[in-house]
């Protein structure tokens, strides 16, 4: 009897072990070779500031067998989750544009959201006056649907379809010479998401950085091409400015090919040279 007690106490030690070991591995996904950031938040309905901060990252660069915090350890709960309804009735918010407000769901991310909805995650967050990437189940966020010729920041209507268009191909694998869809370099990228709105770049950096009108740093707007200088000679990379201090670009094959990136911290805060409209 004193055997079989014993056989059972064991027993249960072990698959109690097993069961808290389970859930705290679920907590962390450990980094394969070609993972990037932006995969990784999206298959885990998080964005990619999130992730970086609770990881504390200082780069979007990834070494594989590093393990990611992907869930939130404090066990903090989300809101209850509204109706089924994932869309409610349109809001007119001013005279030149209208809105829908959108239920955030299960999985949501705000890439998904803008995507599906036809807008882009900078516009989403300045409407909704949101300072991260950071959403949650059952809250509501509003939605511009008009079409109108300018948007409620100001900005020109097609800066945002650009941005909209550009925001589909992340994490686009880097591919030096490539122009798209399959693989892009930097000039590349800018010169293939242009063309599908009938604007015909010049093919490298330095010669798109002779188009367009200069724009100063505070003057930027989503659709502007913002140019750098990485090495020694000259202008050698371009991205396309999204609002709030971000780009959009394709940058390295480490990097993780098509990403967002800022102009104020890490390596390309030190390189930037500046920004030219090409908008008509």
């Known amino acids: ?134 959403i949650y189940v059952g809250n509501s966020l509003i939605v511009p649907t008009g079409n109108a010729n300018v948007s409620r920041a100001g900005l020109p209507t097609s800066g945002n379809r650009i941005i909209a268009k550009a925001e589909e191909y992340l994490g686009t694998p880097y591919r030096y010479g490539g122009q798209g869809p399959g693989g892009f370099d930097c000039s590349g990228f800018a010169k293939y998401i242009y063309k599908q709105f009938g604007y015909d770049l010049p093919r490298t950096a330095a010669s798109q950085f002779q188009n367009g009108t200069t724009v100063a740093r505070e003057d930027m707007v989503p659709g502007d091409l913002v140019f750098f200088s990485c090495g020694r000679g000259g202008i050698d990379h371009v991205g396309i400015y999204s609002g709030s201090n971000r780009f959009i670009h394709s940058s390295s094959p480490r990097s993780g090919g098509v990403i967002y990136s800022s102009l104020t911290e890490g390596y390309y805060a030190k390189c930037f040279v500046g920004a030219k409209r090409c908008l008509r």
Not at 24 to 33: C, E, K, L, P
Not at 94 to 111: A, H, P, R
Not at 121 to 126: A, G, S, T
């Open 1 to 134: 009897m004193k055997k079989l007690l014993g056989i059972f106490l064991a027993t249960f030690m072990i698959l109690t072990f097993y069961s808290t070991s389970t859930l705290a591995s679920d907590n962390y996904y450990t980094v394969q070779t070609g993972d990037t950031l932006w995969a990784i938040a999206s298959n885990n309905g998080m964005s990619i500031d999130y992730l970086m901060s609770v990881n504390k990252l200082q780069s979007e660069n990834l070494k594989p067998g590093v393990k990611l915090l992907i869930k939130n350890s404090e066990g903090t709960e989300q809101p209850v989750k509204k109706s089924n309804s994932e869309v409610e009735q349109p809001v007119q918010t001013d005279d030149t544009e209208t809105t829908q407000v959108y239920c955030i769901q299960e999985g949501d991310t705000l890439f998904k959201i803008a995507h599906q909805l036809g807008t882009t995650v900078e516009r989403l967050k300045y409407v909704n006056n949101m300072s991260s990437d950071i």
